[in-house]
């Protein structure tokens, strides 16, 4: 596990997973500056497997900077050329505008299974964004 910032600010905790799914715990404020920690673990994932899932926590998540949502469509602008390697997204979160974007990025990307899971259920998410390598 990896710590972000303490102190009632952001708090990013890499989880424990498959080497095949990039997961992360995010409370707090999401700032530009805690990108430097999401991407380059992402990215790992994506240098040694052909396609990942992705798993975020979003349950204590409170929201996000401008900086972020910048630092965010940056991002997934330079993966264009790539979303077919990005296979299923877990969102683990019981606000409905961050249920709401996950169901939009479902419809949005077909390449890609997003799908929304509650607090408490880490675990069944897990299962789920690994579970296209038996598929």
Known sequence: MQPGRHGGK????ILPAPEYVAAFRISGTLRGEDY???IPE?????EHNEH???LADMTEFDHMTAGAVQRDLAYAL???GE???FKRAAVIADKRWIETTTRLADKL???LEARVFHAGELEEAMRWVAGFRSD
Not at 10 to 13: K, P, Q, Y
């Open 10 to 13: 952001t708090m990013i905790e």
């Open 42 to 46: 992402i990215e790992a994932k994506l």
């Open 36 to 38: 430097d920690a999401l």
């Open 83 to 85: 979303y077919h390697r």
């Open 52 to 54: 990942i899932g992705v």
């Open 78 to 80: 330079s993966k264009l």
């Open 109 to 111: 990307f077909p390449q």
